[in-house]
């Protein structure tokens, strides 16, 4: 242990560091991009219902910040979302869909948005809201 030092810590002090550290950990968290997959397994089709959305990243989390991705996949749908007004990064839809609003007219933003898949019918429906590209 020689040119080693020890840190010791009052209960005081261990607090304070305890809650630096979380506080650069929440910081850090709020940057991360995360993916979100629609699985549909909510009690609605809501776009901020978090159950609705796999994986469960954080509980009561779902797409709504600009560094997210959001995928809706052909696995399981057709599938109803009933949108909010939110931005995010990229949206996918692999599969078919009806976007309608949960209320009001919302505006869903992003930067790129895909439609793949589907060899027939509708693929994407979008009924009542609005889904803009980002400058």
């Known amino acids: 242990m020689s040119g080693m030092k020890r840190l010791m810590c009052t209960g005081s002090q261990m607090r304070r560091w305890l809650c630096r550290a979380g ?16 699985d549909g397994a909510g009690a609605n089709d809501y776009w901020d219902n978090s ?11 779902y797409p709504n910040a600009d560094t997210d991705d959001a995928i809706i996949p052909a696995t399981g749908g057709p ?3 009933q949108l ?3 931005q995010i990064d990229d949206l996918t839809i692999t599969g078919s869909v ?3 609003p949960k209320s009001g007219t919302p505006t869903l933003t992003l930067d ?3 439609i793949s898949g589907g060899t027939s ?13 980002q400058p």
């Not at 159950?51 to 989390?61: C, Q, R, S, Y």
């Not at 509708?122 to 590209?133: D, E, K, Y």
Request: net charge negative.
């Open 23 to 38: 506080a650069m950990a929440t910081i850090a968290g709020a940057a991360y991009a995360n993916t979100y997959i629609w």
């Open 98 to 100: 009806d976007l309608t």
């Open 112 to 114: 790129t948005l895909t």
């Open 84 to 86: 909010i007004t939110e």
């Open 79 to 81: 599938h109803d979302v």
């Open 51 to 61: 159950a609705n959305w796999d994986p469960l990243v954080i509980p009561g989390t």
């Open 121 to 133: 019918g509708t693929v994407a429906a979008i009924s009542g809201a609005t889904i803009s590209a």
